[in-house]
């Protein structure tokens, strides 16, 4: 069974500052690997997706992920954060859509930007 | 912009009543989602369709009822709903058979059951 672990549930970073939002995952075989973003009261927007070739990958925003197979980890990082990027993060696995998949959610992590 | 539009933005009813959520998207996508979500909880799946067919129920209360009339809409049918029902429901979609999963979400309906 597929699984994603967030490590982190909440972060406090100031703004301008660098940001990393840790994922792990478990999944048997080469998985599909997102990151969400949720503004209060909002739906979930998808920042950026792996599912094969350059591990390093862009999103939207200035976000970029980087998946490390070695260490089952998709970790999220952004250099420069700014307050609107405060939000609640989901990394999310997916399968492969055989007939309709089911993503598996982290529990998520909640960004707080500090002026 | 989102392409998954969800109505009503809000909804509150009581525990007798019955009222619908709709979602529409016109990406083509052939699954659509429901998603419950709680307060500082991930998205929790409810139902998928895919290619206008129930594919997956979530082992949902019955007082849960989607609806499928084509590929482009999908209801969900609330009747004797409890106060723990309250929550943001999310519609999403993606493409379906063949491809990665990714979700497209709706901004969610909040539902509050008095």
């Known amino acids: 069974a597929q699984s994603v672990t967030q490590p982190d549930i909440h972060i406090t970073v100031s703004e301008g500052a660098s940001l990393e939002l840790r994922c792990n995952y478990s999944?048997?075989?080469?998985?599909?690997l997102f990151w969400y973003v949720q503004s209060p009261g909002q739906g979930l927007q998808l920042l950026l997706k792996?599912?094969?070739?350059?591990?390093l990958v862009q999103g939207i925003k200035g976000f970029e992920a980087e998946f490390k197979r070695s260490q089952s980890s998709f970790n999220l990082r952004k250099p420069s954060v700014h307050w609107s990027d405060a939000a609640e993060y989901f990394c999310?696995?997916?399968?492969?859509?055989?007939?309709?998949?089911?993503?598996?959610f982290g529990d998520g992590t909640t960004l707080t930007v500090k002026p | 912009d989102t392409e998954v539009t969800q109505t009503p933005k809000h909804l509150v009813m009581g525990m007798t009543n019955k009222k619908s959520l709709k979602c529409e998207q016109h990406m083509g996508h052939r699954a659509m989602y429901w998603y419950k979500q709680k307060a500082k909880k991930p998205p929790e799946l409810m139902f998928v369709?895919?290619?206008?067919?129930?594919?997956i129920n979530e082992s949902v209360p019955s007082r849960f009822s989607p609806e499928c009339p084509n590929s482009s809409l999908l209801n969900l049918h609330l009747h004797a709903l409890q106060p723990e029902d309250s929550a943001l429901y999310l519609c999403?979609?993606?493409?379906?058979?063949?491809?990665?999963?990714?979700?497209?979400f709706g901004e969610g309906s909040r539902l509050t059951v008095l």
């Open positions: 999403a979609s993606s493409q379906g058979q063949g491809t990665t999963g990714e979700l497209f």
């Open positions: 369709y895919s290619y206008e067919k129930l594919s």
């Open positions: 999310a696995v997916g399968a492969l859509n055989t007939n309709a998949g089911k993503s598996t």
């Open positions: 792996y599912f094969s070739g350059d591990t």
């Open positions: 999944y048997g075989a080469t998985p599909y």
